[in-house]
């Protein structure tokens, strides 16, 4: 399993995700997007209105890269953000149930997660390369 | 000016968005970031804590590629996502008041802003591409 309980419940915790792809171009462009954890595969799910025909979709296609992040502010006074970084490749399916962008972790930081005791700046980040089963 | 007044009101209302940049390597990489709207000079600061060590800001550096989003949750039932986003260029600037990443825009998508009654499926986004003035 790629991620720790903590990062699943966090993960579970948060509704929102954004999404960074390139242009074939070479212009990066990043947007929020919903996603599911698929607990089966280890990956991040991302479907959506009009996913098929969206640039990032499209992005995806074109040459698989990709970088997602989940964050949150847990506390402004001191100032805490969480957060759970996933770099990746990234594939476009699209089946019957409509396209999705199906995001394999290769490398997970996350930052905070759990740790709500700790002075923010004290804070290291839990970074690590994951293998990836196909 | 790059931004519309309720472009500019909605950066004004949100504390955090979402950096996307490229390592050199070509790996992407995104994540949560404090920032200002720079009014003098159209652009979108990003500083913080150690910046300057940072491998954002180290990217930036190296090859001067963003993508930059503020998002958020405006309803749950019904869906409804507002977001800002802006595709650029930026520079690392070191400072004697620290480190931060300056984001010149070069193309603005924005989305719901300021249309709470619109039917989320009817929205359409505003994109354009806005003139750099240095």
Excluded at 36 to 53: C, P, Q, R, S
């Amino acid at each position: 399993m790629s991620f720790t309980q903590v990062e699943l419940d966090y993960l579970a915790s948060q509704k929102l995700g954004r999404l960074a792809t390139e242009q074939p171009g070479g212009t990066l462009q990043v947007s929020p997007v919903g996603f599911t954890h698929n607990a089966e595969l280890g990956t991040i799910d991302i479907g959506g209105f009009n996913m098929a025909t969206s640039r990032k979709y499209r992005n995806v296609v074109a040459n698989g890269k990709v970088a997602f992040v989940v964050d949150d502010i847990a506390s402004v006074q001191p100032w805490r953000v969480r957060c759970l970084e996933i770099r990746g490749t990234a594939e476009g399916i699209d089946g019957p149930d409509g396209a999705l962008i199906r995001v394999r972790p290769r490398r997970i930081i996350s930052f905070g997660l759990g740790e709500t005791d700790v002075e923010p700046h004290l804070l290291t980040p839990n970074k690590r390369d994951v293998a990836t089963s196909n």
